[in-house]
């Protein structure tokens, strides 16, 4: 039986409201462990990576690992205007403050084109074997990620990692899946 998109949400909303804060800060290491054995990330020169909010993979660990490699990195800000996110850099320097959502953004954004960014790390309420995304309902990923060239990775729990996630024409698939004990390139026939 499929489960519907806000059934998934649901069932995912209140296992992330539950997290033992210690549990999600040495699974999130591991989670940022696993994205960087990708042979893709370590590739890239400009990573495009998240805030986490409400029980998301937290990331904050691997800007600081990014910068010393002599990666840049970006985080989506959101553009009230044309009510799509977009990329900006931001260094160790960066200061932030609450925007879209609750979700932290530069003050000051120096905004990236999608095209300078090689890999993005997308945060998700759950994934499935063959890529498809289920985000919190909006639509922004899926908008922002049309026609981006690079790579793009799934970042979640394993409890996020479903049999099958319902699908609709602006969906996005992603390239990979990163979980605490997986790496997950996806099919490309799909």
């Not at 696993?34 to 042979?39: F, H, K, P, T």
Request: net charge negative; aromatic share 8%; charged share 25%.
């Amino acid at each position: 039986m499929t489960l519907t998109k806000q059934k998934i949400r649901k069932t995912i909303a209140t296992k992330r409201t539950v997290l033992d804060p210690q549990w999600l800060e040495k699974t999130s290491t591991r989670i940022v462990e696993n994205l960087q054995s990708l042979e893709e990330f370590q590739s890239s020169e400009t990573v495009a990576l998240y805030k986490a909010i409400g029980g998301e993979v937290n990331l904050e660990l691997l800007f600081e690992i990014c910068w010393s490699l002599g990666k840049r990195t970006a985080i989506p800000v959101f553009n009230p205007e044309t009510r799509i996110y977009e990329m900006a850099e931001i260094t160790a320097s960066t200061a932030f403050e609450i925007g879209n959502y609750g979700i932290q953004e530069p003050v000051s954004p120096c905004l990236l084109p999608l095209s300078d960014i090689d890999l993005i790390a997308v945060p998700g309420v759950a994934f499935d074997p063959s890529g498809n995304r289920l985000g919190r309902g909006g639509g922004y990923y899926d908008r922002m990620l049309s026609g981006f060239p690079g790579i793009t990775t799934g970042i979640c729990f394993d409890f996020q990692y479903v049999e099958t996630v319902p699908v609709d024409l602006h969906d996005r698939p992603v390239d990979h899946i990163v979980s605490e004990t997986k790496c997950r390139k996806v099919p490309k026939e799909r």
